[in-house]
T-cell receptor
Framework: NAGVTQTPKFRVLKTGQSMTLLCAQDMNHEYMYWYRQDPGMGLRLIHYSVGEGTTAKGEVPDGYNVSRLKKQNFLLGLESAAPSQTSVYFC??????????FGQGTRLTVV | AQSVTQLDSHVSVSEGTPVLLRCNYS??????LFWYVQHPNKGLQLLLK??????LVKGINGFEAEFKKSETSFHLTKPSAHMSDAAEYFCVVRDPRDDKIIFGKGTRLHILP
């Protein structure tokens, strides 16, 4: 089982560029989440989805957009990248009764 | 909204001595609570979870946690630390009303030889 797969694993962007991070899960989970991890801040929830076609804001949604067109995929978009968005991004999936399974992370640097 | 507070950003213990990592949560509803571990430059691994069954929860690698509703705490313990336990530990709460999963800021555990 692949579990939760994040693409890409590393990326360097210039300020103002756009990009999309892809999260794919093969466990048929309803819920999917995007987090960013910064030193001393833990993981902060950006956006999440409770099912196909639904999205909701988390703790730090500004500057990001998401889409959940298919149940197995959850996309995180940066329309105009800023240096403050340099971070490690984690995707997770779960059901209502199991803990969240996490991907291996995407290290994004914005210069 | 649910939240978690990890009371220590760093904890240092000697190998072979007990580990205590403290976590308090705020909740008006019965939450689900979890502990995750992250080793350097690695992903997140679930240690244990509490979902309103037994209040003492046993996890992997000898860790356990006790849910105390009266104290709104979910502290993580291990009787005897091992060098391989050096990592960052996150206390996590799931809000049953909106299914948000919220992390504490983490506790970095250092093991002294």
């Amino acid at each position: 089982n692949a579990g939760v797969t994040q693409t890409p694993k590393f990326r360097v962007l210039k300020t103002g560029q756009s990009m999309t991070l892809l999260c794919a899960q093969d466990m048929n989970h309803e819920y999917m989440y995007w987090y960013r991890q910064d030193p001393g801040m833990g993981l902060r929830l950006i956006h999440y989805s409770v099912g196909e076609g639904t999205t909701a804001k988390g703790e730090v949604p500004d500057g990001y957009n998401v889409s959940r067109l298919k149940k197995q995929n959850f996309l995180l978009g940066l329309e105009s990248a800023a240096p403050s968005q340099t971070s490690v991004y984690f995707c997770a999936s779960s059901t209502s009764i199991v803990a969240a399974f996490f991907g291996q992370g995407t290290r994004l640097t914005v210069v | 909204a649910q939240s978690v507070t990890q009371l220590d950003s760093h904890v240092s213990v000697s190998e072979g001595t007990p580990v205590l990592l403290r976590c308090n949560y705020s909740s008006s509803y019965s939450p689900s609570l979890f502990w995750y571990v992250q080793h350097p430059n690695k992903g997140l691994q679930l240690l244990l979870k509490y979902t309103s069954a037994a209040t003492l929860v046993k996890g992997i690698n000898g860790f356990e946690a006790e849910f105390k509703k009266s104290e709104t705490s979910f502290h993580l313990t291990k009787p005897s630390a091992h060098m391989s336990d050096a990592a960052e530990y996150f206390c996590v709460v799931r809000d049953p009303r909106d299914d948000k999963i919220i992390f504490g800021k983490g506790t970095r555990l250092h093991i002294l030889p």
